[in-house]
């Protein structure tokens, strides 16, 4: 009996391939949408975490939040008697009047100078009224911001101390019993306090975003409320949010590049200033897989202003089409070119591909490891140093495919493998593309199309053909358009990408 030798080929890579599928665990990273809580203002922030949080209350706090003696005594009031807290102005007050009715609010307490229209306002008490054994200190308003929540979930008392009241201050805490000082911030903000009669503790990091880090530390649970560290007047309000998801007010630079997101489970962010920018770091085996099988979302990352990095991990020089290409050279009394020209000319094919999806040249790698010879150990040296250096890191990479020593796609496993192995052992999320539905169902992965808008297919034509362009005076060679000329016609005519789920 004859047997067809083809066939036993297929059979052989097949079992090869759905060894490796059985060990997989790939997930296709699926971007976190966090709940925002804001307004146009300082003001409409505040009314908005009220409706988050009330549905209705019989009290309510106003303070002006410029005044940050008067706005922490707010906010021990709205701790104490469960109620939201309402920044005032003249022109917030229309906005106001129908947030107190819809809480069917019949009692107001402010310590500032609110007139509300038929409304009597009461005063608010003074720390030195309440009976909490502990009080958290604080001199300005980012401390008291990132103290607030803490000092609430700890049925704390918070306080406004400084040169002037220190005294005072002192005194008036011995006298309503507390015994339990926490100080937030370092000494130049609030200078040491030596009184044996206290239990004191310090809690301070170098800068504001560690303090406030240390402080979820303290607090014993991973629940955050984010909120941007260089304007943090919205997250004044949100202390009754905080007690409602037991989370803390947590600082965070404007795009969270400070923050390792995965440490947290992020209940809300308050405020409008924050754009969680993650670092996506595409990792690519060879010039034209970064257009034939992820460009797309590439494109998109870019356009949602994510901070977008390009690794090249191979030099292209060890491409079959340089016969073609000096071929056609020859024929047209042009010098031929060197395997190390072309690898130069198909980077200049890849930045140009690159630059039409939004990706700036700083923002490419090259590593130069030679193609058809890249090992997982020379990945995971590198991503090892990019996860360390990065928060918020993401992966994106090609799927496996079948192993043809031909085509090279021995680098591509090389790179999968290390990427699995870093969303295993880091919990780093990763994507995962498909090369075309023949390739899943010979694989057996599961996958799902990626449809692309008009627009999109545009984009994703004008970059491939960056691939076939033959200038030879200008360094361009069509080594795509040579190398495979077929997956990139078929692209043009179908701009469709596959991920795995």
């Known amino acids: 009996m004859k047997i067809n030798k083809k066939i036993v080929s297929i059979f052989v890579s097949g079992v090869i391939v759905f060894g490796f599928a059985c060990s997989s665990h790939a997930e296709k990273y699926s971007r976190q949408n966090y709940r925002r809580i804001h307004g146009k203002d300082r003001f409409e922030t505040s009314i908005e975490l009220s409706k988050d949080v009330y549905s209705s209350s019989k009290k309510v706090i106003l303070t002006d939040p410029s005044n940050l003696e008067e706005t922490v005594d707010a906010l021990n009031a709205s701790a104490k008697y469960k ?26 307490y402010s310590n500032s100078k609110v007139n509300l229209y038929n409304c009597e306002v009461k005063n608010l008490p003074k720390y030195y009224d309440y009976k909490n054994d502990s009080a958290v200190l604080v001199s300005n308003i980012t401390d008291g911001i990132i103290a607030a929540s803490y000092a609430r979930n700890n049925n704390s008392t918070l306080v406004y101390i400084n040169d002037n009241n220190r005294s005072d201050i002192i005194e008036n805490l011995k006298n309503t019993g507390v015994k339990k000082l926490t100080i937030i911030g370092g000494k130049n903000s609030v200078s040491e306090i030596v009184d044996p009669y206290f239990e004191i503790t310090r809690i301070s990091g170098n800068d504001r ?28 309000a949100s202390t009754s949010l905080s007690e409602k998801k037991n989370a803390t007010i947590l600082l965070c630079n404007n795009d969270a590049s400070n923050v390792d997101l995965k440490k947290y489970k992020v209940d809300a962010i308050v405020g409008g200033l924050v754009k969680i920018r993650m670092n996506v770091f595409y990792l690519i085996p060879h010039q034209d897989d970064e257009v034939l099988q992820v460009g797309i979302d590439i494109y998109r990352d870019v356009m949602n202003g994510d901070n977008v990095r390009v690794i090249l991990f191979t030099d292209g020089s060890r491409t079959s089409s340089i016969k073609d290409i000096n071929r056609r050279l020859k024929s047209e009394g042009k010098p031929l070119i060197s395997s190390e020209k072309i690898a130069t000319a198909r980077n200049k094919e890849f930045e140009l591909a690159l630059s039409t999806l939004g990706v700036n040249k700083e923002n490419i790698t090259y590593l130069g490891y030679i193609n058809k010879g890249l090992l997982k150990t020379d990945v995971m040296k590198h991503l090892d140093s990019i996860i360390k250096s990065n928060n918020n890191v ?38 995962y593309y498909v090369r075309s539905e023949r390739d899943s169902i010979l694989t057996d992965r599961k996958y799902k199309t990626i449809s692309l808008t008009d627009d999109e297919k545009e984009i994703m034509r004008k970059a491939l053909s960056a691939y076939t362009i033959w200038d030879p005076s200008n360094g361009f060679y069509s080594v795509g358009g040579f190398s495979v000329g077929g997956s990139f016609a078929n692209k043009k005519n179908n701009p469709i990408y596959y991920i795995e789920y």
């Open 83 to 108: 109620a939201p807290l309402l920044f005032y102005s003249s022109e917030s007050e229309p906005a106001l009047i129908n947030e107190l009715s819809r809480l069917k609010t019949s009692e107001i």
């Open 394 to 431: 993401v992966l994106k990479t090609l799927s496996r495919e079948l192993v043809n020593h031909k085509d090279g796609s021995l680098d591509h496993l090389a790179i999968t493998w290390a990427t699995e192995d870093c969303e295993k052992n880091y919990n780093i999320p990763a994507s």
């Open 209 to 236: 975003y560690e303090t406030s880090k240390l402080l979820v530390e303290k607090s014993g649970s991973n629940n955050v409320i984010l909120t941007s560290g260089e304007n943090v007047i919205d997250s004044l």
